[in-house]
């Protein structure tokens, strides 16, 4: 069955590789700032910029059967060199503004028999790093949001979180932009590689499908390992 379903963000990264999965099964809605390859893909583009915008719903269907927030950030610095200004810009693109869109859209999103929405942490959440005190505060704001949600809307939507690692996409350019960087943070990984679009898009489909109907409330770890395993 074909679901009607809405991302914020997906012109590039793991958005644009959850589209290209979506976009023949299903109508698939990119709300973001710039198209860039979305003409590859059939997929209807509503131009939205999460921090200044309000999402332009005309030409959204009545009824969302999924909706994925993808925008996110990463600006690892020690923390005195933190501003309290990154503290917001990392809150306010991070989760008040998944907060501004999910609002947008909830009635449409009641009318289907059971939405699936999916949002993204990160590993240093769950495991405490150095230099990420700003982006881990603003996911885990995230994390609980998303099981508050599960709760109080269950069982209209199910509410899971995915939690990567270090994921090479373009948000992630400085910290891969050589092979000396790479191999580095390949061995930080049990598995010995960082993530790729595809490894996280393969689960955002899965839980966008009925085959995780019984999943809600989950925060996803899809890591290599690095959350749970102490491999040297």
């Not at 998944?98 to 859209?105: D, Y």
Request: proline share 3%.
């Amino acid at each position: 069955m074909k679901k009607n379903i809405l991302l914020i963000g997906g012109s590039h990264g793991i958005g644009y590789e959850l589209a290209s999965q979506l976009h023949k099964d299903h109508n698939v809605f990119i709300a973001s700032r710039t198209a860039d390859k979305l003409g590859d893909l059939n997929v209807t583009h509503i131009e939205y910029d999460v921090r200044k915008d309000e999402l332009d719903t005309s030409e959204l269907p009545e009824k969302l059967d999924g909706f994925v927030y993808c925008p996110g950030s990463i600006d690892l610095k020690p923390f005195k060199m933190l501003s309290n200004e990154v503290f917001e810009k990392d809150i306010q693109l991070n989760f008040l503004s998944l907060v501004k869109s999910l609002k947008t859209v909830e009635d449409r999103l009641k009318k289907s028999d059971q939405a699936s929405l999916i949002f993204f942490s990160t590993v240093a959440v769950k495991t405490g790093m150095p230099f990420h005190t700003s982006v881990a505060a603003a996911k885990g704001a995230i994390e609980g949001f998303a099981k508050a949600l599960a709760a109080e809307y269950a069982p209209s939507f199910r509410v899971n979180v995915i939690a990567p690692s270090l994921t090479d996409t373009p948000l992630a350019e400085k910290l891969l932009n050589n092979d000396k960087k790479k191999e580095k943070m390949n061995e930080r990984h049990p598995l010995k590689r960082v993530g790729t679009a595809k490894d996280i898009a393969n689960i955002a489909r899965f839980l966008l499908s009925e085959e995780s109907s019984w999943i809600t409330g989950q925060v996803l770890g899809v890591d290599g390992g690095m959350s749970t395993l102490n491999v040297s």
